[in-house]
């Protein structure tokens, strides 16, 4: 069993930038950050395996970047925040070997964190 817990969350104007962590109390190969605002389903957002590949949803490219130090923490730098932005943010992970086209799917992993709100006001 691994516990998840993310950190990081706050509010934010428009156009600024938040960094959240994710740290994982056992092994992990995918490590990945799902977001869902209210009334909307749970969104990938990016994704990372152990050997650093990454995906990301269309909607953050160029402005969010995932990273891993190891298999047990993850982060995700969010620049030029905007309000569409506003979630509560998990993190998940998974000790196996999921296919890339996997990473970003609300069934990709075993473990999920609580979540972390980011709130981003105009």
């Known amino acids: 069993q691994v516990q998840l817990v993310e950190s990081g969350g706050a509010s934010v104007q428009a156009g600024g930038s938040l960094r959240l962590s994710c740290a994982a109390s056992?092994?992990?190969?995918?490590m990945a950050w799902f977001r869902q605002a209210p009334g909307k389903e749970r969104e990938g957002v990016a994704g990372?395996?152990?050997?650093?590949?990454t995906t990301y949803t269309e909607s953050v490219k160029g402005r969010f970047t995932i990273s891993r130090d190891n298999a047990y923490t993850l982060s995700l730098q969010m620049d030029s925040l905007k309000p569409e932005d506003t979630a509560m943010y998990y993190c998940?992970?998974?000790?196996?070997?999921?296919?890339?086209?996997?990473?970003?799917?609300?069934?990709?992993?075993?473990?999920w964190g609580q979540g972390t709100q980011v709130t981003v006001s105009s």
């Open positions: 998940a992970a998974d000790p196996r070997d999921v296919p890339s086209w996997l990473w970003l799917m609300p069934n990709c992993c075993n473990y």
């Open positions: 990372i395996d152990s050997a650093g590949s």
């Open positions: 056992g092994y992990t190969s995918i």
